[in-house]
């Protein structure tokens, strides 16, 4: 009886106490979010936000809403035309100022770590690691970027990534035939992942346990940027599942070149990353591990979209691709009368529209559309106010496709980037142009990647003329993806 008596007294207590729990919650919650309001009616925000959306993810989804790559979405139009180039909003879960304002994006690059610091979804930090180059910020952050910096110097560049550039080329070109279509989507991530193995550790294309991998990281990126739902069958669920299967095979190799090393036998040291970081960085193990894992994933998953995009605005504009092929005739023709094969550092050099039609495809293309920071200290910009703690996006694509910036802009363009017969409106195009972002963290591989597209390209034109076999487009997503693979049919010249 009694014992009963205190059963009943105690879930009574539980449930009071649960109850009051409760409602302390929803008072400090309230307050919280009432002297926020406040504290934000005496401020200038930027237009925009007010009520709009639901708790906690805001109008994220309006804002991924997959929308073709040539276009900024409709969210970001109508947000534009109602609010202006800077508006606010809530997404990621926090209180966000979008910017499509050039001036502002360049505000927020070069003021990285004074006034603004990077800051990705938590989600993306779970699948490319708490040590990847994205997430960190600081000291440790300038540590991994000089490493990359100095695998991608331009001595490397020239001597030694170009004839590499040059050969996976090859190699992917030398298997395409005439006849069914494929998907040329493909084929670009064969030839930049490739590329990206071999020369951050030493993985053979073609090879069964290079195959795995890139396919593991078709999944992984997929995970990338979905919401972070961790349980069986979501996207990021099996990202973080193919995660661990690349650190497997990262680690393999990291083991294997530790053998080697202690067997102090003089054999040919592969001139890789992996090499390199383990022999002249302090970085641990599982540091190295994030490292090459993510770059290998910037690396390659970037510049083969940028490839595709420009197969794809190329097969609409064949005034361009005449253009292209004689740009890459002339330069094949004084080859062979020197009698040389290989392209070198000058004839890179000498791919000039080349260089116009790389510019015109990111521009409209837009393969990195924004990025995420956070303000670290109270802004004041253009009459606005940007409180600490919010976050912000500069959008660059809304830049690159503003009529005001650049003429008829939905339109492929390349001869806009030649010297002296710039149409865009606002001289010189590209101070308002930033595909590869800016300031202290722009990309590392950018010279990379135009050497990869360039070095494409010449052999592509030289060999083939291609068609779609059927109409495709990219959608952002907002990583973009041709929505079937971007199936090509080919045809030999010569
Ligand atoms: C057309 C191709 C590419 C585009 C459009 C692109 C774009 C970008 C952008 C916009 C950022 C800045 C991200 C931010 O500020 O939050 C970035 C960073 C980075 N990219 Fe690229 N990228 C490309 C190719 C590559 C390649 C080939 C590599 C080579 C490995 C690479 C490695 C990196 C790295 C390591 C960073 C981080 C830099 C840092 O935080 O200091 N990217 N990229
Ligand atoms: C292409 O854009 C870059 C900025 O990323 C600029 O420095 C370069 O001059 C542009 N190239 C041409 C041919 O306009």
Redesign the pocket.
């Given at each position: 009886m009694i014992k009963e008596a205190l059963l009943h007294l105690l879930r009574s207590c539980c449930f009071f106490f649960s109850f009051f729990l409760l409602l302390l919650l929803l008072v400090l919650f309230y307050d919280h979010y009432w002297r926020r309001r406040r504290k934000e009616r005496q401020l200038n925000l930027p237009p925009g936000g007010g009520g709009v959306g639901w708790p906690l993810v805001g109008e994220t989804f309006a804002y991924l809403k997959p929308h073709p790559a040539a276009s900024v979405g409709e969210f970001m139009e109508n947000h534009i035309s109602r609010h202006g180039k800077i508006y606010r909003s809530d997404l990621f879960g926090s209180p966000t100022v979008v910017s499509a304002d050039a001036g502002l994006n360049r505000f927020v690059?070069q003021n990285e770590g004074r006034l603004f610091e990077?800051s990705?979804p938590r989600s993306i930090g779970g699948i490319l690691g708490k040590w990847s180059?994205?997430v960190l910020v600081g000291e440790m952050?300038r540590e991994m970027?000089m490493i990359?910096l100095n695998f991608?110097s331009n001595t490397r560049l020239r001597d030694h990534l170009l004839p590499e550039v040059e050969r996976h080329a090859l190699h992917v070109l030398r298997s395409w035939r005439e006849g069914p279509p494929f998907s040329a989507q493909d084929e670009a991530k064969k030839f930049?992942f490739n590329l990206?193995a071999k020369n951050i550790m030493s993985m053979d294309p073609g090879e069964a346990e290079t195959e795995k991998l890139r396919r593991e990281y078709i999944t992984f990126m997929k995970g990338v940027v979905s919401a972070p739902l961790n349980f069986p069958g979501t996207p990021y669920y099996k990202a973080l599942k193919s995660r661990s299967a690349i650190l497997t095979v990262i680690e393999r190799k990291m083991e294997e070149r530790m053998r080697k090393m202690n067997q102090k036998v003089e054999i040919i040291e592969e001139d890789d990353l992996l090499g390199w970081a383990m022999k002249q960085s302090k970085l641990s193990k599982e540091q190295i591990l994030d490292l090459l894992l993510?770059?290998l994933f910037?690396?390659?998953e970037?510049?083969s979209?940028?490839l595709a995009l420009a197969i794809f605005f190329l097969e609409g504009c064949p005034k361009a691709v005449r253009e292209l092929r004689e740009e890459h005739f002339e330069i094949a023709r004084k080859k062979k009368d020197c009698g040389e094969s290989r392209l070198n550092w000058e004839d890179y050099k000498k791919m000039e529209f080349t260089q116009c039609v790389i510019n015109e495809t990111?521009r409209l293309g837009n393969?990195?559309r924004f990025?995420?920071r956070r303000v670290i200290r109270d802004v004041h910009y253009k009459g606005y106010d940007i409180p600490r703690g919010w976050k912000i996006l500069p959008v660059?694509a809304a830049v690159h496709l503003d009529s005001s910036l650049y003429q008829d802009p939905h339109q492929f363009n390349p001869w806009r980037w030649k010297s002296g017969l710039s149409s865009a409106v606002s001289l010189p195009p590209t101070s308002n142009f930033?595909?590869?972002?800016g300031g202290?963290?722009?990309?590392?591989?950018?010279e990379?990647?135009k050497l990869?597209?360039a070095v494409f390209l010449h052999y592509l034109v030289l060999k083939f003329s291609w068609e779609l076999a059927e109409p495709d487009q990219a959608l952002a997503h907002p990583f973009l993806d041709f929505r079937k693979g971007l199936p090509i049919k080919v045809y030999s010249i010569t």
């Open positions: 690059l990077c990705y180059m994205l952050h970027r990359s991608m930049t990206m993510s770059l910037a690396g390659h970037t510049s979209m940028a990111l393969v990195v990025v995420h660059f930033m595909p590869y972002g202290p963290r722009l990309c590392a591989g950018s990379l990647a990869e597209m």
